[in-house]
């Protein structure tokens, strides 16, 4: 027996075990440990040793936007340009979708076209979507829209599409054009990816607070927001494509005699397009998120339906306008994913415009049409206010009747699980002294991939410590890590399911992909109605925003098994537990890790919005900081975010590279 | 001659389309290729029969893409027909409940895999010893009898490596002792040494016929090697677009194939390869001999004797003369010249 245990002991457990123990001895008793040694900087962090990031931070930004200068033109005038540069075809897309053409300003506006009425825009993604997959699609898509007109959401979700419409393609091409750098130069992609990273873990509301200071409040700040958030998943997954094109593939290609433009076009471009694709929809999803969230500084549209009604406690109307914004993400993400699936289909050899593009010119004719009629019958171009139906007060209802009649379960389980399991989690993050912190994080990271990354994960411990934010890190972290724990109980079990059955693929797959689309503010309302502000409701939210990865990453490292490990697995004799604990569980091992990775990085981007229910952690700090327009506060706390969430994905990717190895899928 | 059927396939079906099960029946459970074709259905298994004896070496051999592997994965029950019956033993393997299904493949069935399909996660011997492990064998039994079936192969001292750290032909070694580990009576085969190259892979097959001429497995070997299939068999199917176009011995096949397409196939292949003296035997007279041999013996391996002696040989078979050979015969065979 003592053997056995012993065995189990050895190795790398060893030290995890006697890390964690250490940890967990000196977060209990560091108080009694400062008490008798009388030296408080055990627990708190001195002020005199506190870095003036802040100040310096304020003052430089002030600088840049009143005295920077590029010789010929000042920094001011660059945002200028960018920001008119955006706004034309913004105007555009709003002139055609919600505003109509017209010539001259303010009173003086003449309109001589009218928007594309809704029957046409409706006609138009139905059209689209045939294309990209077929008529259930087209269905689909089509009656999302029409939910849009018939419930009143018509003219917020046209707002919201032309931020998407516009912000998209400028996300798509820059991230392609970066990607491919990234890909074609080492040392770009080396320099690029922190920045990368930094872009995605940075908190939104954090890069709110500089782009409010440089753009304003506005579409344009909106946009160039939601350009930030959305564009750096597309670099990567470029890289990424590009980069597994197989070897053979290029050699074919390089065999042929293409150059180096030929090959990137015409071998690598096309045989990565899948993946690229897979890349266009995130950006799509992220960009429809932000822009959302963008609402809080000026892009308008269901967003800021959302947040006026959080803003009025307007239960009925948050959930009215958020289904709004659940129908048009379910429109726009299968409607992009189909064309990420899509199978080129025979060329069309027959001749003439009409037979070539029968679709193309039917659209010419309903928009023309539709555009005429509504000329003298105003239902043809926009729908009738009338006949819109609206399920506010169903809503409301609905809400309160839960209340009624089960706030006594809801409050048990919510002081069950206070209790029991976030309450000693937070003890011991909270507890855990600064200095001990930040050699744990070193220790572990030393650990899994020596110096190289055990030093930066101390000093990016240290930088959050030395910001005097180390309390409100912990309460971070403890938030973090307990949405994390429990999405991961609830996400990797249904995962797995879904992996292994078509039919609970097909449930949990829709369930998962509507609860990725929500926007952040969303999940507030329903959760703050039910359990009131605090920890828990922020818990509740974040485990609900956090789960898509973990049973996604679950679901696709099971079904992306080689088919002939399981056979072999069959062959063996294995029984369904056997095949999946012996052989399943063990080659996902990889992909569940990525999965928990992504799990701690929605976790903790989610953790900042609900600031907005009353957490005390960093979220809360970046929020006063957008709130008094703080932009020294706000990057410094967005930053201590980004670190926590830098050094988690460092550690978590390293475990994953171990695992990889051990499993001979990387040298 | 005759030994017991260990695998029978009757009429089995296995299409790939949209709802395939209503297809068949709609086309009476026998649409042609056209039908096939039309529809849009891959038919990658057509109404095959084959009857797969006790202890004899079966080969499935087609070219790429002709159905094998799936016929095979039918066979394993790994993947469901679309109709058709498979007895094991007499027994339904199609309507097998999973519990004896899984406790058939742990006694009774082995599979090499054309990829190896070795699990990376596990060493050599964990690889070896895990179909034990599955059944709850106890880690001192099942290890040893693992290091017994990685010394068969000949890869002692490699227990602690991992897959990866092994060569091509190695890897196959570990796949092919991972199937022998239960000891299996009915040893599936799916293109084991076409990952191989050719040196290798010759050295696989004498690795083979050692095995067998030890275990005496029934086995069903996939390969679209042709060489390699009449090194091995004892019968070849051929397979084309699904279907098998004609079950026989080697011998048969190069002498009579069915069809322009099985000719075509074995017209490159040397006749003293497959033709056994029996075929080219002439009544024996009585007269003097130069020594007995086997009547089963192929012409390339008694060329040598039997061209060195002056006289012709007697041929035995089940212990009795049957017929003589001579040089004149064996040296027709080996130019090519006259009828058979
Ligand atoms: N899961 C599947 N879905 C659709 N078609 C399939 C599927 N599996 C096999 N096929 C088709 O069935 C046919 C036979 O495939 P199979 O793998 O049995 O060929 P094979 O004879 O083993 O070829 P190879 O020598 O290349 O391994 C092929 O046309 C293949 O495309
Ligand atoms: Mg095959």
């Known amino acids: ?667 | 001659m005759d030994d017991p059927v260990m695998l029978d396939c009757r009429g089995v079906w296995k299409l790939y389309g949209p709802a395939p099960a209503q297809f068949l029946k709609a086309h009476g459970g026998a649409p042609d290729a056209g039908a096939l074709a039309r529809a849009g259905m891959i038919g990658a298994v057509r109404d095959v029969n084959a009857r797969i004896r006790a202890g004899e070496c079966f080969v499935i051999m087609g070219l790429s893409g002709s159905g094998k592997s799936t016929l095979l994965r039918c066979m394993a029950r790994l993947i469901e027909p679309t109709a058709g019956e498979i007895l094991f033993e007499g027994r339904d393997l199609l309507a097998m409940p999973e519990r004896e299904l899984i406790a058939l493949r742990r006694r009774k069935m082995g599979m090499v895999f054309q990829h190896f399909a070795l699990l990376p996660h596990l060493t050599v011997l964990q690889n070896v010893a895990f179909p034990l492990d599955v059944q709850g064998i106890e880690r001192s039994k099942r290890e040893a009898r693992a290091r017994e079936m990685i010394a068969l192969v000949g890869l002692e001292g490699r227990e602690d490596c991992f897959p990866r750290e092994l060569s091509g032909g190695q890897q196959q070694r570990v796949g092919i002792a991972r199937s022998l580990a239960v000891e299996p009576e009915l040893w599936f085969l799916d293109e084991p040494f076409s990952a191989l190259d050719p040196l290798i892979r010759r050295e696989m097959q004498d690795e083979f016929l050692r095995l067998q001429s030890m275990l005496k497995k029934t086995i069903v070997f996939i390969t679209h090697d042709f060489d390699e299939a009449i090194r091995l068999a004892d019968r070849i199917a051929v397979m084309k677009d699904g279907a098998i176009v004609q079950t026989a011995t080697p011998e048969e096949l190069v002498l009579n194939p069915a069809t322009d397409y099985v000719a075509e196939f074995t017209r490159h292949i040397p006749r003293a390869k497959v033709l056994r003296l029996r075929t080219i035997m002439e009544p024996d007279t009585g007269g003097a001999v130069a020594g007995e041999l086997p009547a089963d013996l192929t012409v390339a391996e008694a060329a040598a004797r039997i061209e060195a002696a002056a006289l012709p040989f007697r041929l035995i078979e089940a212990g009795r003369p049957v017929g003589i050979v001579g040089r004149q015969a064996v040296i027709d065979v080996l130019v090519g010249r006259g009828k058979p």
């Open chain 1, 1 to 667: 027996m003592s053997g056995r245990l012993g065995r189990w002991l050895r190795g790398p457990r060893l030290f995890w075990i006697a890390l964690f123990a250490l940890t967990w001895a000196l977060s209990t008793w560091s108080f009694p440990l400062y008490k008798a040694l009388g030296a408080r900087w055990i627990i708190r962090y001195p002020k005199a040793w506190e870095l003036p990031l802040e100040g310096w931070l304020s003052a430089a930004m002030k600088w840049l936007v009143e005295e920077a200068s590029f010789g010929l033109f000042t920094f001011r005038d660059l945002t200028r340009a960018i920001a008119a540069l955006i706004e034309a075809p913004y105007r555009l897309v709003r002139a055609a979708l919600i505003d109509g053409f017209s010539t001259g300003y303010g009173q003086q506006a003449e309109q001589w076209a009218p928007p594309l009425s809704w029957l046409a825009v409706i006609f138009i993604v139905v059209a689209i979507a045939r294309y990209a997959q077929g008529w259930r699609l087209a269905a689909l898509v089509g009656g999302c829209f029409l939910y849009l007109a018939v419930f009143g959401q018509w003219e917020s979700a046209m707002v919201t599409l032309a931020s998407v419409l516009i912000a998209v393609p400028i996300g798509v091409a820059g991230g392609l054009a970066l990607g491919i750098a990234a890909f074609r130069a080492p040392w770009f992609e080396r320099a690029l990816r922190p920045l990368l990273d930094l872009m995605q873990t940075v908190p939104v509301f954090a890069y709110l607070v500089p782009i409010l200071f440089l753009f304003g409040f506005g579409p344009v700040s909106a946009l160039v927001a939601t350009v930030i958030y959305a564009m750096p998943p597309m670099v990567r997954v470029t890289t990424v494509a590009l980069q597994s094109v197989p070897h053979e593939v290029t050699d074919a290609g390089r065999m042929m005699g293409c150059t180096r433009r030929q090959m990137l076009w015409k071998v690598l471009v096309p045989s990565a397009m899948p993946t690229l694709m897979v890349g266009v929809n995130q950006v799509i999803m992220l960009s429809l998120n932000m822009v959302i969230i963008a609402s809080m500084i000026g892009a308008g549209g269901l967003g800021f339906d959302v947040l006026a009604a959080l803003r009025r406690l307007d239960i009925g109307g948050g959930i009215e306008a958020g289904l709004a914004i659940v129908v048009m993400a379910i429109a726009l993400d299968r409607l992009s994913q189909a064309f990420a699936t899509r199978q080129a289909g025979a060329p069309l050899v027959a001749q003439g415009v009409l037979r070539r593009h029968p679709w193309l010119v039917t659209v010419i004719l309903v928009v023309l049409g539709t555009g005429l009629v509504g000329l003298f019958f105003p239902p043809v171009q926009s729908y009738p206010e009338s006949a819109t139906i609206t399920t506010s007060a169903f809503w409301a209802g609905a809400i309160e009747w839960i209340n009624v009649n089960f706030f006594d379960t809801l409050e048990r389980i919510k002081t069950f699980l206070l209790t029991w399991l976030m309450l000693p989690i937070k003890r011991f993050f909270t507890g855990i002294p600064w200095a001990w912190g930040i050699a744990a994080m070193g220790l572990a990271g030393w650990k899994l991939g020596g110096w190289r990354l055990g030093l930066p994960a101390a000093l990016l411990t240290g930088f959050i410590a030395a910001s005097g934010l180390w309390g409100k890190a912990m309460v971070t972290v403890y938030l973090c890590g307990t949405s994390v724990l429990i999405a991961s109980l609830i996400g990797i079990p249904l995962g797995i399911w879904a992996g292994q059955s078509e039919r609970a693929n097909a449930v949990i797959g829709a369930i998962i992909d509507t609860l990725q689309t929500l926007p952040s503010f969303v999940y507030l309302i329903p959760v703050v109605m039910l359990f009131r502000v605090g920890d828990f409701s922020a818990m509740i939210a974040v485990v609900l925003y956090a789960l898509a990865p973990a049973v996604r990453y679950a679901a696709h490292g099971l079904r992306s098994i080689d088919a002939q490990m399981i056979e072999a697995g069959k062959v063996a004799g294995c029984t369904r537990r056997q095949l999946l604990w012996r052989i399943k569980l063990p080659l996902a091992t990889p992909a569940l890790l990525l999965g928990l990775n992504q799990t701690i990085m929605l976790a903790l981007s989610m953790l900042v919005i609900t600031a907005l229910v009353g957490t005390r952690d960093l979220g809360q700090e970046v929020y006063i900081a957008l709130t008094k327009a703080n932009t020294g506060q706000g990057i410094i706390a967005g930053l201590s975010v980004a670190f926590i969430a830098i050094a988690a994905d460092r550690i978590i990717s390293a475990l994953a590279r171990h695992a990889r190895h051990r499993l001979g899928l990387e040298a």
